[in-house]
């Protein structure tokens, strides 16, 4: 499924649909980091790295759920987890003492910040329901994400604990109490 391609997130959803009729649990993990390669950097700020980053880091979990919603409200106890990154929390880029304060990749920073207040809108407008949502840093893992990532980052996405694997809120949730964390694993 191509997340940037509606038409492709439409007919995902259609499959599943047909296959399963419901979701019970759908994990937004398509993420790009274009302005780890762009050798073409005009200004801080970009408008070309902003576009390509929004539409899948952005605009991609969106369609997603948008699609998958229906299904994911037929299911028993429905989960939606968002792959998002400490990088997106205001927190960290605000602080000097955080190991993130030095990076600056804005397009992608700020991706994972929309990320994440798309995470807390929709936990409010499921509140009543039985879903749950929340946003999950996975931490540095061997990835395709940026260069360097295979080779220097300390954790294969198969080595992950398997307890990191599930969403853990700070906080026990009961049904009335937003769902959304940033969680990191």
Not at 2 to 25: C, F, I, K, Q, Y
Not at 111 to 139: H, Q
């Amino acid at each position: 499924m191509d997340v940037t391609d509606p038409a492709s997130v439409r007919a995902a959803a259609a499959e599943v649909s047909e296959r399963l009729g419901h979701l019970d649990v759908l994990v937004n993990n398509a993420g790009i980091l274009p302005e780890a390669t762009n050798a073409d950097v005009k200004e801080v700020l970009d408008l070309a790295m902003f576009e390509q980053t929004y539409a899948t880091n952005v605009l991609g979990p969106v369609a997603v759920v948008e699609a998958f919603l229906p299904l994911i409200r037929k299911s028993p106890a429905g989960r939606i987890v968002n792959v998002s990154s400490t990088v997106g929390s205001l927190a960290h880029q605000t602080d000097p003492n955080s190991p993130w304060y030095s990076m600056v990749v804005p397009a992608y920073q700020s991706s994972k910040a929309a990320l994440n207040a798309i995470t807390i809108v929709l936990s409010k407008a499921l509140a009543d329901t039985s879903i749950k949502v929340t946003s999950v840093c996975p931490g540095w893992v061997q990835t395709e994400l940026a260069p360097g990532n295979k080779e220097q980052a300390p954790v294969t996405p198969r080595r992950l604990p398997r307890s990191s694997l599930r969403p853990r809120p700070s906080v026990p949730l009961t049904r009335r109490e937003p769902s959304s964390t940033l969680t990191d694993l």
